[in-house]
């Protein structure tokens, strides 16, 4: 296995055939990463790049980490087609690699008599997209199901497939099997601008130029203007932040399902749901932005989830906060996704992935492989992906910490550095000599959790950032 | 089994000044096979990483918590925290106990077994009494709510203080400490230490509640921190005033000191009743939590107090442990739970216990959310008024107050709580 993973200095030189990627997808999020993996398959010389210095370091790190059914779709869209396919192949893959998933199930409560009424158009919804476990269930089932639930609630449509899934170590899955399996992966590689001709791009990158005969356009926030650099004007990207405010693991038992909201004239709302590590998450907000960067929080957001959350679940503003994080999401303006194949040009755009990315992506990588096909790609037969295993590192996973074996064979496995995540000298010493290494001590956080708990390192980030400055060159 | 199954007389969770102390006692007297766990690879605590002095001495002014700057009034008494660290270590061993490091108490596997899991496996330990001693910590700057963007450079105390003088880490240029209680001269003392300089010290009170030790640390009083900016790394601290002007502060680092809290999971974990105010275990004079045989002791019961008063409670709980180990303790239950009134937050102890035990010092220990200079408390029950007594020094949220315990032989066992209110 030789793995091309490259952050800085110049990109593989562009002369010559066999310096010419035959695909380069631009975007590392859980999108792009699912793409790549896809590609990997087959026998072609393929690049995965991005700007940031980590896979998944956009849109697909910050986010409410569930993995839909897709019963709320826009029926007949292609997103609810792609939910619904991208929701099994995540699923079954998540279990063969260990990606932390757990089926808690979703209520979507209704809080008045409109919002009661609207159940029994959501369950025909759900119909229409193919889910038909979705029922109602009334107040009484409800508060006997969520006893921690406010004063109000009416009754709720129970949707018992809904999920929760790990948001990081599922691009890195993805990203980890296609780089094991040839793609070269460069990070710290902005695109600054493209030049296509009869046999293909070359693209002007922070770190020089790079050459491919196929390009995928999976840059989140960024398609819209990579999309122009193609020369197209076809939709425009507006970043809609949603902060979230992530509670203690001590608040876990408050909350048995992801509570959804009933959407309404007066928008979404926020959902409260666990999370795969153990935490409770209450979110998002949905402010629509010009800038792209614009990944901080604000007081009046937080005032705003708290004043939402004390309604839902009263006793969750008691505990403890964790983590609080915004995270913007590539609307465009239309209730579907934008994936347009360009054959002509060999491109393949894949905008607007929505917050439904994440269940999406194995599908999303599946009908850009389609594509790309259709675009006259030749890419011979597929062969099968050596199997990997995570670190399971979610509430549920089988953690080493708890593992007589794995400690027994080597103590690191039993000598915890970051207490509040039960996280192990074992564990981190792995991240930081996978396959794709952290660049970046909320990289480490990312792959391991360590000092992602409720001390957010006062006791253990001086420790844990003095193992990552020795594992770096 | 993968689990190896265990018994001692009395388990400690913690190896800092409270559950040190504690184990020395303990072990001197006899109590048989006295253990102390701590997770942590050296035991001591906080003031391992506390180069400050003022620990241990007569007047043991470690200063409310782990607190006073180098060079200030409190520092000539005393040691230094990693001297008083490695003290107070050798003493636990000298008398006897157990101490075991690197180790972690991850759940309850029974009322008083728990189960740990460390480099040399996993482990089921039961003992006749356990006392936990797991210490406070300061909260984040996410749990402050603080919004902004994520750089790093954002430090608390604790963190700073072990990157400087555990492990010699560089830290930044210019650095803004927030909080000027003396743990706040504390992170200003490690920021010099480190070659960074401060910018200033930012609190929301309207005047210093004491005099400027140093005048190389500007005050900024009547200012809240509204956000962070910065993206690769901290730009700067914004600011409001109490006069609605709004100031960013250029800087690359942050240190947001003081605001602890109890370290309470396993507490809480262990299905033990918590005091609403402290957070805390709720526990009477005798240091006896809601489960009979589990005692608490240290900063985990209020957080925080110096080093040497979580020591003293860990001497002190010796001897109600000693009686449970005898079999004559009282039995449990028949104390009245003592609640505040606003602005106090919080009274520790917070039960009577059933056999007048005052607390250690003889003082029960009282936090307030704002400033009271002077303040008159008076302690009632069914409204009938069991004390009152007027304080002779200025309180604030960094500076408890105290309050004397004669008044727990008038309460009535069969009374409603008792209530301490400010007149």
């Known amino acids: ?473 | 089994m993968t689990r190896n199954a265990r018994e001692v007389d009395v388990l400690i969770v913690g190896g800092g000044p409270a559950g040190l102390a504690a184990g020395a006692e303990l072990a001197a007297a006899r109590a048989g096979r006295v253990e102390i766990l701590e997770r942590e690879r050296e035991a001591g605590g906080i003031p391992r990483h506390c180069h400050h002095g003022g620990f241990g001495g007569r007047l043991d002014r470690s200063a409310y918590a782990w607190a006073s700057a180098a060079g200030s009034a409190y520092a000539r008494k005393g040691t230094s925290g990693p001297v008083y660290a490695r003290r107070s270590v050798a003493a636990a061993l000298d008398a006897g106990a157990a101490l075991r490091t690197g180790v972690t108490v991850t759940g309850w596997a029974g009322p008083r077994t728990v189960e740990t899991s460390g480099p040399a496996g996993l482990e089921r330990i039961t003992a006749r009494a356990v006392v936990l001693a797991t210490g406070a910590r300061e909260r984040p700057r996410s749990a402050r709510l603080i919004p902004g963007t994520r750089p790093p450079g954002v430090y608390t105390t604790g963190e700073l203080q072990q990157a400087v003088h555990l492990y010699g880490q560089r830290i930044g240029t210019r650095a803004v400490v927030v909080g000027d209680e003396p743990v706040g001269h504390a992170a200003a003392a490690t920021l010099r230490a480190a070659g960074v300089e401060i910018v200033a010290m930012v609190t929301g009170r309207p005047s210093p509640p004491f005099r400027l030790r140093s005048p190389r640390t500007p005050l900024l009083t009547g200012a809240t921190v509204t956000g962070l900016t910065g993206r690769t790394r901290l730009s700067g601290v914004e600011l409001r005033h109490d006069d609605g002007r709004a100031t960013t502060l250029r800087c690359d680092t942050v240190v947001l000191t003081g605001d602890f809290v109890p370290d309470h999971e396993l507490a809480r974990r262990g299905g033990l009743v918590l005091d609403p105010g402290t957070r805390g275990p709720a526990y009477d004079a005798a240091y006896r939590t809601s489960r009979p045989g589990v005692f608490a002791a240290g900063n985990l019961l209020h957080a925080v107090e110096r080093a040497g008063f979580a020591a003293g409670e860990g001497r002190a709980v010796a001897v109600p442990v000693l009686h449970r180990l005898a079999g004559t303790d009282h039995p449990a239950g028949g104390g009245r739970p003592l609640v505040v009134d606003a602005p106090l937050r919080w009274i520790a102890p917070n039960m009577t216990g059933p056999d007048g035990e005052r607390p250690h010092g003889g003082r029960f220990v009282l936090c307030t959310a704002w400033r009271l200079p002077r303040p008159l408390l008076l302690v009632s029950q069914d409204g009938r008024e069991l004390h009152r007594e007027r304080q002779l020094l200025t309180a604030g949220p960094g500076r408890p107050l105290t309050l004397g315990a004669d008044w727990v032989d008038r309460v009535d066992p069969d009374g409603a709580a008792v209530r301490i209110t400010v007149l």
Request: glycine content about 10%; aromatic content about 4%; hydrophobic content about 40%.
């Open chain 1, 1 to 473: 296995m030789t793995v091309t993973l490259t952050t800085s200095g110049p990109l593989p030189p562009e002369k010559g055939a066999e310096h010419t990627y035959d695909v380069t997808v631009i975007g590392a999020g859980v999108v792009g990463a699912a793409i790549a993996r896809e590609l990997s398959r087959y026998q072609l010389r393929t690049a995965l790049i991005d700007a940031a210095d980590d896979i998944g370091n956009g849109t697909s790190k910050a986010n409410t980490a569930i993995l839909h059914t897709g019963f709320d779709a826009v029926p007949g869209s292609l997103e609810a087609r792609l939910v619904r396919e991208g929701r099994d192949l995540l699923a079954d893959y998540a279990a063969d690699t260990g990606i932390p998933v757990e089926r808690v199930g979703a209520l979507l409560v209704a809080w008045d008599e409109d919002q009661l009424a609207a159940l029994p158009l959501l369950r025909d919804k759900a119909v229409r997209n193919g889910y038909h476990a979705s029922r109602i269930i009334d107040a009484d089932e409800l508060r006997a199901r969520e006893p921690h639930l406010g004063p109000g609630a009416l009754g709720a449509l129970d949707v018992p497939d809904e999920s929760i899934i790990c948001p990081w170590t599922t691009p890195l899955a993805f990203a980890t099997q296609a780089v094991r399996a040839g793609v070269h992966l460069h990070l710290n590689c902005r695109l600054r601008d493209v030049r296509s001709d009869a046999g293909g791009h070359t693209l002007t990158t922070s770190r020089g130029p790079l050459r491919t005969r196929y390009l995928v356009n999976a840059a989140g926030l960024y398609a819209d203007e990579i999309d122009r650099l193609l020369g197209h004007d076809v939709f425009t990207v507006t970043p809609r932040r949603g902060q979230l405010i992530v509670f203690d693991k001590l608040a876990r038992d408050l909350v048995g399902h992801i509570l959804l909201p009933v959407p309404g004239p007066a928008g979404k709302g926020v959902l409260i749901a666990p999370t795969v590590f153990g935490n409770v998450l209450l979110g998002p907000t949905a402010e629509e932005l010009d800038d792209k960067t614009a990944t901080g929080s604000t007081a009046e957001g937080l005032h705003l989830l708290r004043e939402k959350g004390r309604r839902i679940v009263p006793g969750l503003l008691d505990e403890e906060v964790t983590a609080v994080y915004a995270g913007l999401r590539a609307a465009t303006g239309q209730e579907d996704y934008r994936i347009q194949e360009y054959p002509a040009l060999r491109y393949v755009a894949v905008g607007g992935i929505r917050s439904t990315g994440l269940t999406a992506s194995m599908a999303i990588g599946r009908h850009v492989m389609e594509l790309l096909a259709a675009t006259g790609l030749d890419h011979g037969e597929p062969h099968p992906l050596p199997p990997l295993t995570m670190p399971g590192l979610g509430d549920a996973s089988p953690r080493p910490y708890l593992s007589a074996r794995l400690i027994a064979g080597d103590p690191a496995y039993g000598t915890l550095v970051c207490h509040c995540e039960q996280v192990t000298l074992g564990e981190i010493r792995d991240a930081l000599a996978s396959t794709i290494p952290p660049n970046s001590l909320d990289g480490l956080r990312r792959r391991t959790r360590a000092r992602g708990g409720r001390c957010q390192g006062f006791y253990c980030g001086a420790a844990v950032r003095a193992l990552f400055e020795e594992a770096r060159p």
